[in-house]
C-alpha cells in the first residue's frame, strides 16, 4: 500500500534540522528503494527533502534501486554507497541486506553534491576537482563554517591521495569525515552514488555542509600497542615486504598472542590470512596512530589495505571486542558536545564487526544509547575518513562520526 506523502511546505532558515529514516529488506530492487525512500520522506512531517543519503547491499540492482529512491524523492541532492552493513536507531542491518535512506531537510545548512572518477589514477587531483565541485555546488553565499562529508568506492586505493587533493583546495579549516564502500565483504565491487548516477571502482561522491557554527568530526578506535615502534624499511605498494630490515610477515607473526584461534566461530576472513585483530598503527607526530589493516596473503606476503610510506614508524595493535566498544560512547559525546543536534552520521569499519562477532548488534545500540533522542544512521566501511586539522585523515578499524 503507498505511504502518502504530506505535501512539501517552506523551510526557513531559523526551522530545526528535519530528519526521517527509512529501511526495506524487499528482494526486489525497485520496491526496497520506493519503501525506505517513503518512510523517510514521511519523517520529514511535510519539510522538504535537501539531502537525501543511501546505504544499500551490492545485492541489488543499483540502478535499479536509485532510480527507485529519486522517483519518490525527486530533485533533493541524493549521495551514497554500498556497504558491508548499515545501523540506524540502534539498529544493526547485517551485511547483505537491506536499503537504508536518511532524507534530510535543510535546517541551518545548505548542501552541495557532486562526484569524480578517476582517484585510482591520480587521487590528488580527484581530491582536488571534488572539493572544488562539491563546493561550488552549495551556492555562492558564503558561510562561516562547513564540512565536507565524504564517501568514495573502497577498492580504489589511493584514500589518502584523495584526502591530500581535498586538503589542498580547503586547508585545514573544513574538516572531512565519511567512509568507504563496501560490499557484503565480497571484496569484488563497490560503488558510490551521486543523484542518478552509480560510480565503480575509482570514483568518489562529496557533501559540502555549509554550516553558520563549526563542524566537528570524532574518531577513535581502542585499539593498543602489542609491541615496541618500528620501521617500514622495503615496501611495494600495498605488500610490505621487510620491518625493520627482517621479513615483514615474520615480524607480525611475532606480535600474536600465543591463543589466537584463526578459526573461531565469528572471525571473518575476507582474505586468506586475514586476522582482523592485529593491525599497524601508522604513527602520528602528535604520538596518535592511524590503524590499517593487514593480512598474509596465501602467498606469504604481509599486505596492507592501504599503503605504509617506505620508512614509516609503525607498532602492531591488537584489540578485543570490549576495547572497541568502549570508546562508542566518546565519540557520539565529543560529536554532540555543545550542539542541538538532530542527527549524527557515523562510519564504523567492517573490520570491527569482525572482531565484534556475536557481539556486533552491540556498537550500533551503544551509538543510539549515547546519542539519546538524536537520529543515528551509519554503514560499516572498507575505511573511514576523520581529517581535522592535519592533512591524514584515513583510518580503518575506527569510529568517526559528525554531529549535525
Known amino acids: 500500500m503507498p505511504v502518502e506523502i504530506p505535501a512539501p511546505r517552506p523551510a526557513t532558515a531559523t526551522e530545526p534540522l528535519r530528519t526521517g529514516v527509512g529501511y526495506s529488506d ?13 518512510e523517510a520522506l514521511a519523517g520529514l512531517q511535510g519539510y522538504p527533502p535537501e539531502l537525501i543519503i543511501v546505504y544499500a547491499s551490492v545485492s541489488y540492482d543499483l540502478i535499479a534501486l536509485l532510480h527507485a529512491v529519486r522517483r519518490a524523492t525527486g530533485k533533493a541532492p541524493l549521495v551514497g554507497a554500498t556497504t558491508s552493513g548499515q545501523f540506524h536507531d540502534g539498529r544493526l542491518i547485517d551485511p547483505g541486506l537491506g536499503v537504508s535512506v536518511l532524507a534530510l531537510s535543510a535546517g541551518r545548512y545548505r548542501y552541495g ?7 585510482t589514477e591520480d587521487g590528488d587531483d580527484a581530491g582536488q576537482r571534488l572539493a572544488r565541485a562539491a563546493r561550488a555546488a552549495a551556492g555562492p553565499e558564503p558561510t562561516p563554517h562547513a564540512a565536507l562529508l565524504l564517501l568514495t568506492t573502497g577498492l580504489a586505493g589511493h584514500q589518502q591521495e584523495l584526502l591530500n587533493g581535498v586538503h589542498r583546495v580547503l586547508g585545514a579549516p573544513v574538516p572531512v569525515v565519511g567512509g568507504s564502500a563496501g560490499d557484503d565483504r565480497l571484496l ?47 615496501s611495494d605498494g600495498l605488500v610490505i615486504q621487510e620491518i625493520a630490515g627482517r621479513p615483514a610477515a615474520d615480524v607480525f607473526r611475532e606480535h600474536f598472542h600465543d591463543d589466537v584461534d584463526f578459526e573461531r566461530p565469528g572471525l571473518i576472513k575476507p582474505a586468506p590470512g586475514y586476522l582482523s585483530a592485529y593491525a599497524f598503527g601508522l604513527i602520528q607526530p602528535d604520538g596518535s596512530k592511524l590503524v590499517r589493516g593487514a593480512y598474509i596473503d596465501e602467498d606469504g606476503q604481509l599486505k596492507t589495505f592501504s599503503p ?13 571486542p570490549e ?6 560512547g566518546d565519540v557520539v559525546h565529543r560529536s554532540l558536545a555543545g550542539r542541538d543536534a538532530s542527527v549524527l552520521l557515523a562510519f564504523s569499519c567492517v573490520a570491527r564487526l569482525d572482531v565484534l562477532a556475536e557481539q556486533g548488534a552491540r556498537e550500533a545500540a551503544l551509538i543510539q544509547d549515547a546519542a539519546g533522542d538524536v537520529t543515528t544512521f551509519g554503514f560499516y566501511t572498507y575505511g573511514e575518513f576523520a581529517r581535522t586539522t592535519r592533512v591524514a585523515g584515513y583510518h580503518n578499524a575506527t569510529l568517526t562520526a559528525i554531529a549535525l
Open 308 to 320: 605504509l610510506p617506505l620508512y614509516a614508524p609503525v607498532q602492531i595493535v591488537s584489540c578485543r
Open 26 to 38: 524487499a528482494a526486489d530492487a525497485v520496491e526496497a528503494g520506493r519503501a525506505a525512500a517513503a
Open 188 to 234: 569484488i565491487r563497490t560503488c558510490v552514488f551521486e543523484n542518478d548516477n552509480v560510480l565503480t571502482d575509482g570514483g568518489a561522491a562529496g557533501v559540502w555542509i555549509a554550516s553558520p557554527e563549526p563542524l566537528s568530526v570524532v574518531a577513535e578506535h581502542g585499539w593498543y600497542d602489542v609491541g615496541l615502534p618500528l620501521l617500514v624499511t622495503k
Open 113 to 119: 553534491v557532486a562526484s569524480v572518477t578517476g582517484v
Open 323 to 328: 576495547d572497541l566498544l568502549r570508546v562508542t
